[in-house]
């Protein structure tokens, strides 16, 4: 049963459930039962109560506590202040001293110095900065200023200003503030005294401060620098609280204000902050919030045990109470559950009564009977749905493995006819003219009447297969006794129902399915999705068969003609004239001899393997020895890689001994041509030649003089005689003149010919100028990819010199897998490397499916004017042209380049020439990639074969080549006959011999 069904189930149970539930008024009697739960308002009125008496009781202490820590602080304020008052004081009774007294007698401060334990140091200074009196009780400091009249002290009390620092430590360490006040004579200022308190005694003051048991107190200014502390090791660290967010509201706060804040101590704290006298110092107040609510938490803690009791108590009364109303309900919850699992015998609540519980118990009784039955139906038509796709998918899986057409057809209507149980199944598919469908297949003896008469069907609204396959969608007639549509078959009078289902590839339409039915109503819409399916796997099947079928005629084609071209070259090299018509040699141990002159082998344990180019044999390997030597696969394997690195070989060889004479044939073409040129050029000579006799050049024509005794060379071009060089009258050497005559026309023969050759190679050089770059940059990019290590150098040199060859907008690589069915699409040139844009199947439908099947390229002038797949995705890049051609290899199609242009047919017949001369470059690349990883999976087991490949690479001769075959092979062996020869197609094998 499919999610949506059970969905549909369970919405119907639901909406029973529901209806019966307020036909009975089950809820309103539900309603009076539940009034006991009034308790639980009871006791969410006394949990709302209590929070908001507890939350007033917080706020009325918080009050408190933070009126409690302005006082504390207010208190400690006054003691620090009576503290400086006390030194003020004392300062006021040295002003009103004499003035004799201060200037003149030091004895006097020391006095002042010893009454008062808070004074380092005291020192009186005139107007101008002199100093007139000092005393110290350790360290002078104030008065070894040498800066006095610039001191910010000296300035303020200068002006009549009192003057209380900051914090300072002395050079000793000795912390200290500078207290100095002007010395009034007259309302004048007539001197400063000035003086150095001890902040020790301070701190002792503020440590003494009591702020509840774990708080403390301290002093700072309104530059947030902390003067005083309990811990002096926190003041001499040079604290600045006005860096710290916490801080910076309470630093700026008028005098008695309380706060909540993260203090010193980095924990919550309450406090509160009061202005010492007159001085830009405060004292904060710091306790720990967990001391300072402590009392009001326990309170919290105490009534919250209250309520939770008193609701543990309410919860366990309504427990009980709920617990014996609902146990029905509840019953009846667990039953629905187990229902809507799938369960056909759940067990209903015992509950019988009369009210409203008990009827909706029996009603519920009624309603599982009816969604039983209900259920055991659809599930018997998704049973029948599933059978009928698991069907239609294994016929699909059993067509794809089919490849011949006529038996894909065949097979395919009996399996349809039979897993499915019907009367009738036929496929029509489209004749050529597409005007007509075409009988292919039919089941039974029927089938084979209706194929012996060719039937066939017009593709017209007038029967059910031509309406399907001209709207592309099926035709169903459920009842064939009441559609217009059906016209009865005599040779199937059975038939009382109908559906054809298109086949369908893409949009082209290939045929229809015709499937028939000898019930009435035995074919519906229900049926449609499995047939549907299945017909669209068959309409993929028959396109693969047939490509298949394709593929392997031309390759079958393809293969013939390498082993013609084979046999017919071996032939012609083997002719008796340029080379014997056996060629061969025999190695017995004892040394290497012609096969002519070998003796006779007389013993049955041999080995025989041809040795074969394309197909064709061109000759033999022949191992004599033991069957322990020439029965074992090892030896098999061995010779078998041996024949065929001979065949390599020797096919070389024989290509490089026709290229030689192709080339000979070349050089007489051009001596030919030569010829042929200069006989042209001389007929456009108005002059035979010319002579120079001293004072003029002259036609020869002119000439008279006898110069049979003259020294003269024939001036050749490629071995033909293009005229002469003659000198008479020398006084030289006879011997000198000839080498200087012969020198010279040596020279001018070459120069006339370049000159002839100049207008010519001019015209040529300037319509080729483009294509010879092109060459430059094709040879540059076989350079590199001879050079390239890895697959994904390949992709990066592809691009750079793609662009320099081919001007082009778009450059993708699409690879084959191994498996020779799948593919993946590179797109090349970005600056991030190649990017994957596609992988799966390789599909019917699109070029490149044409390219690696037809081997050959594909030009795509305007993607506009294309049904191939891929140009859809091509179009949106604004691509508008496009060149596609197969990499081929000996072993198969390795992938296709692909091209692309934003200008419609913007490659001609030169782009196509370079691409086909870069395409095998690119080949033979991805093929080495492919073979050098294969070979270094192999190495172990081939390094004999290597070995003996190695040598007979390095010969030069076909007999060398064959000489050093035979004698590798038989050494490896250690063969007692090893035989290797060479032979044209007339000539029997040495194995025909044999047998």
């Known amino acids: 049963m499919t999610a949506s069904q059970e969905n549909k189930i369970n919405d119907r149970i639901a909406g029973r459930f529901n209806a019966l539930v307020d036909k009975i008024g089950i809820r309103r009697s539900l309603t009076r039962r539940v009034s006991f739960v009034l308790t639980m308002l009871i006791a969410a009125a006394l949990i709302i109560s209590g929070s908001l008496v507890a939350r007033q009781s917080f706020l009325v202490q918080e009050q408190e506590i933070l009126a409690r820590q302005v006082s504390v602080a207010a208190q400690a304020a006054i003691q620090i202040e009576s503290f400086i008052e006390r030194l003020r004081s004392e300062l006021d009774v040295l002003t009103r001293a004499g003035h004799g007294e201060l200037t003149h007698t030091g004895e006097y401060l020391s006095d002042v110095l010893d009454l008062e334990p808070a004074f380092l140091e005291l020192i009186i200074i005139d107007p101008d900065g002199n100093i007139l009196n000092s005393a110290a009780t350790g360290d002078v400091v104030l008065g070894n200023l040498f800066t006095i009249q610039q001191a910010q002290w000296f300035l303020q009390a200068g002006v009549g200003r009192e003057y209380l620092s900051g914090l300072q430590v002395s050079p000793t360490n000795e912390p200290y503030v500078i207290l100095a006040q002007p010395i009034f004579v007259e309302n004048r200022v007539e001197g400063i005294i000035a003086s150095r308190v001890d902040m020790r005694v301070l701190w002792e003051t503020v440590a003494d401060i009591e702020v509840g048991q774990t708080g403390l107190a301290y002093v700072v200014n309104r530059s947030g620098i902390l003067i005083a502390h309990p811990d002096a090791d926190v003041v001499l660290s040079g604290v600045n609280l006005s860096t710290d967010p916490a801080f910076e509201g309470i630093l700026n706060a008028p005098t008695g204000t309380a706060f909540s804040f993260n203090g010193l101590s980095e924990e919550p704290a309450v406090g509160g902050s009061v202005t010492i006298g007159d001085t830009d110092w405060q004292v904060i107040t710091e306790l720990p919030v967990s001391e300072a609510f402590a009392a009001t938490r326990r309170a919290i803690v105490t009534y919250a045990s209250l309520i939770a009791a008193a609701l543990m108590v309410t919860f366990i009364a309504l427990q009980i109470l709920v617990r014996r109303m609902s146990r029905p309900i509840v019953e009846l919850a667990t039953a629905t559950k187990q229902f809507g699992a799938g369960a056909t015998n759940v067990q209903l609540p015992a509950y019988r009564g009369a009210d409203e519980m008990g009827q909706l118990v029996v009603a519920f009784d009624d309603m599982v009977r009816q969604v039983g039955a209900l259920t055991s139906g659809l599930e018997e038509q998704v049973s029948g749905r599933t059978r009928d796709l698991a069907s239609a998918a294994e016929i699909g899986q059993r067509m794809a493995q089919v490849r011949d057409l006529d038996d894909l057809l065949a097979e395919a209507v009996e399996l349809i006819r039979e897993r499915f149980g019907l009367y009738h199944v036929q496929i029509y598919l489209k004749d050529a003219t597409g005007r007509n469908q075409v009988l292919q297949a039919s089941s039974g003896t029927v089938g084979e009447a209706l194929l012996q008469r060719g039937h066939r069907l017009p593709i017209d609204l007038s029967s059910i297969n031509g309406t399907a396959v001209i709207r592309k969608e099926a035709v169903i007639v459920p009842d064939t006794a009441t559609s217009p549509l059906f016209h009865p078959n005599p040779l199937l009078p059975d038939t009382c129902a109908e559906m054809s289902v298109p086949l369908l590839l893409g949009d082209q339409v290939m045929g229809a399915l015709d499937l028939q039915s000898n019930q009435a109503q035995a074919l519906s819409s229900d049926d449609l999705p499995a047939f549907t399916t299945l017909a669209s796997q068959l309409a993929i099947a028959l396109d693969n068969a047939r490509l298949f079928s394709e593929a392997a005629q031309a390759q079958a084609e393809v293969e013939a003609y390498a082993r013609?071209?084979?046999?017919?070259?071996?032939?012609?090299?083997?002719?008796?004239?340029?080379?014997?018509?056996?060629?061969?040699?025999?190695?017995?141990?004892?040394?290497?001899?012609?096969?002519?002159?070998?003796?006779?082998?007389?013993?049955?344990?041999?080995?025989?393997?041809?040795?074969?180019?394309?197909?064709?044999?061109?000759?033999?390997?022949?191992?004599?020895?033991?069957?322990?030597?020439?029965?074992?696969?090892?030896?098999?394997?061995?010779?078998?890689?041996?024949?065929?690195?001979?065949?390599?070989?020797?096919?070389?060889?024989?290509?490089?001994?026709?290229?030689?004479?192709?080339?000979?044939?070349?050089?007489?073409?051009?001596?030919?041509?030569?010829?042929?040129?200069?006989?042209?050029?001389?007929?456009?000579?108005?002059?035979?030649?010319?002579?120079?006799?001293?004072?003029?050049?002259?036609?020869?024509?002119?000439?008279?003089?006898?110069?049979?005794?003259?020294?003269?060379?024939?001036?050749q071009v490629h071995g033909e005689s293009i005229g002469r060089l003659a000198v008479s009258g020398m006084a030289l050497d006879e011997t000198i003149a000839d080498e200087m005559v012969m020198a010279v026309a040596q020279r001018l023969s070459a120069h006339i010919e370049t000159l002839r050759l100049t207008a010519q190679t001019e015209q040529a050089l300037g319509e080729t100028a483009a294509q010879s770059r092109r060459l430059v940059h094709l040879n540059e990019m076989a350079n590199a990819l001879g050079a390239v290590d890895t697959m994904e150098d390949v992709f990066a040199v592809v691009p750079q010199y793609m662009g320099k060859i081919i001007n082009h907008d778009g450059l993708a690589l699409?690879?084959?897998?191994?498996?020779?069915?799948?593919?993946?699409?590179?797109?090349?040139?970005?600056?991030?490397?190649?990017?994957?844009?596609?992988?799966?199947?390789?599909?019917?439908?699109?070029?490149?499916?044409?390219?690696?099947?037809?081997?050959?390229?594909?030009?795509?002038?305007?993607?506009?004017?294309?049904?191939?797949?891929?140009?859809?995705?091509?179009?949106?890049?604004?691509?508008?042209?496009?060149?596609m051609a197969p990499l081929l290899t000996a072993r198969g199609v390795l992938g296709v380049l692909n091209i692309s242009s934003q200008t419609a047919a913007a490659f001609d017949a030169q782009d196509k020439n370079i691409i086909q001369q870069i395409t095998p470059l690119l080949a033979s690349t991805l093929e080495n990639q492919r073979l050098f990883a294969e070979a270094q999976q192999q190495a172990e087991k081939e390094h004999l074969v290597n070995v003996i490949t190695q040598k007979i690479q390095s010969t030069v001769t076909i007999e060398s080549a064959l000489e050093t075959a035979v004698q590798e092979l038989g050494q490896a062996l250690q063969a007692q006959y090893t035989q290797v020869k060479l032979s044209n197609g007339s000539e029997k094998s040495k194995l025909e011999e044999i047998a």
């Not at 390789?842 to 390219?851: E, F, N, P, R, Y």
């Open 564 to 715: 013609r071209l084979a046999h017919e070259g071996w032939q012609t090299f083997l002719d008796t004239f340029s080379q014997r018509e056996r060629v061969g040699y025999t190695f017995d141990r004892t040394g290497i001899m012609p096969l002519a002159d070998a003796p006779a082998n007389e013993t049955e344990n041999n080995l025989t393997q041809a040795i074969e180019v394309v197909g064709e044999s061109i000759g033999s390997i022949l191992i004599e020895g033991d069957d322990d030597l020439v029965g074992t696969a090892e030896t098999q394997t061995l010779v078998n890689r041996v024949a065929q690195q001979v065949a390599q070989q020797v096919e070389s060889l024989r290509l490089l001994a026709e290229t030689d004479r192709y080339r000979d044939e070349a050089e007489q073409a051009i001596r030919r041509l030569t010829h042929e040129g200069w006989q042209r050029f001389g007929a456009e000579m108005t002059e035979d030649g010319y002579l120079f006799d001293q004072n003029e050049i002259k036609p020869v024509a002119a000439h008279t003089t006898d110069d049979s005794s003259a020294v003269s060379h024939e001036l």
């Open 814 to 883: 699409t690879l084959m897998e191994p498996d020779g069915q799948t593919i993946k699409t590179f797109l090349l040139g970005n600056e991030a490397g190649p990017v994957m844009i596609g992988s799966g199947l390789l599909g019917a439908g699109t070029a490149v499916d044409v390219a690696v099947n037809q081997r050959q390229m594909v030009y795509i002038p305007d993607l506009q004017q294309t049904d191939f797949l891929e140009t859809c995705y091509m179009l949106d890049y604004g691509l508008r042209s496009s060149l």
